[in-house]
């Protein structure tokens, strides 16, 4: 298993300064990550600096709280595909998901996938904010929605990806739906795991601890 083309290397920390933001680029080129997910005003920096590699940007979209206006983030979801961003990760609006206002987030979801064109969406859940039966209703929605993956954690709430909400969204997604974990990966152990129980991405700050540790898997 190659893990490290299944790595989102992450650094979505409001006070990152560029030098942070140039360790994290040359950390992805050492271990050829699958992507870099960095904050959407270092998209062209980024860009440039990753210029002859097949590492990809990732970035984020009404992060961290989701509770933009729709044409807000389909705004933002235009103005970082045009600065060079490959895929979109975008967080649902919890609270109208929670108070079962279902069509709202089924419809901005789609909205924003279709501004994505042939760009990759995740939709960001934040699996600690809801109850089971509640991640079960947000799979089905974001399935429906022609998303291309559901994602679990912000890693900016009380908690990341657990093992339960995997199984969860693997039950109810089977392979219709890619599925990225997502804060919360401390060791190579709980990577393998995941992946074991379904995720296809790992979303990672920690991603060279956790590379390290698996070369003794």
């Known amino acids: 298993?190659?893990?490290?083309?299944?790595?989102?290397?992450?650094?979505?920390?409001?006070?990152?300064?560029?030098?942070?933001?140039?360790?994290?680029?040359e950390e992805a080129k050492t271990y050829n990550f699958k992507s870099i997910c960095i904050a959407p005003s270092y998209i062209k920096y980024a860009k440039e600096k990753l210029a002859g590699t097949d590492i990809l940007i990732c970035t984020v979209i009404?992060?961290?709280?989701?509770?933009?206006?729709t044409s807000v983030?389909?705004?933002?979801?235009?103005?970082?595909?045009?600065?060079?961003?490959?895929?979109?990760?975008?967080?649902?609006?919890?609270?109208?998901?929670?108070?079962?206002?279902?069509?709202?987030?089924?419809?901005?979801?789609?909205?924003?996938?279709?501004?994505?064109?042939?760009?990759?969406?995740?939709?960001?859940?934040?699996?600690?904010?809801?109850t089971n039966e509640e991640i079960e209703k947000i799979?089905?929605?974001?399935?429906?929605?022609?998303?291309?993956?559901?994602?679990?954690?912000?890693?900016?709430?009380?908690?990341?990806?657990?093992?339960?909400?995997?199984?969860?969204?693997k039950k109810i997604a089977k392979d219709n739906l890619l599925i990225k974990a997502s804060g919360g990966i401390k060791n190579g152990d709980d990577a393998i795991e995941m992946v074991k129980l379904g995720a296809n991405r790992l979303g990672m700050s920690?991603?060279?601890n956790i590379m390290e540790d698996l070369k003794n898997k």
Do not use: W
């Open 73 to 130: 983030k389909v705004y933002e979801t235009k103005i970082a595909i045009s600065h060079g961003a490959d895929e979109i990760d975008m967080v649902i609006n919890i609270g109208r998901f929670k108070d079962k206002e279902y069509e709202y987030v089924l419809n901005e979801i789609k909205a924003i996938k279709n501004e994505c064109g042939d760009k990759i969406l995740k939709v960001i859940v934040e699996t600690a904010l809801l």
């Open 139 to 169: 799979t089905e929605i974001v399935l429906q929605s022609g998303a291309d993956f559901i994602k679990t954690s912000t890693g900016f709430s009380y908690r990341g990806a657990s093992f339960e909400d995997i199984k969860i969204m």
């Open 1 to 25: 298993m190659e893990y490290n083309k299944l790595v989102d290397h992450t650094l979505l920390k409001p006070e990152a300064l560029s030098k942070d933001i140039d360790k994290l680029i």
């Open 206 to 208: 920690k991603s060279v």
């Open 62 to 69: 009404g992060f961290p709280l989701g509770y933009n206006a």
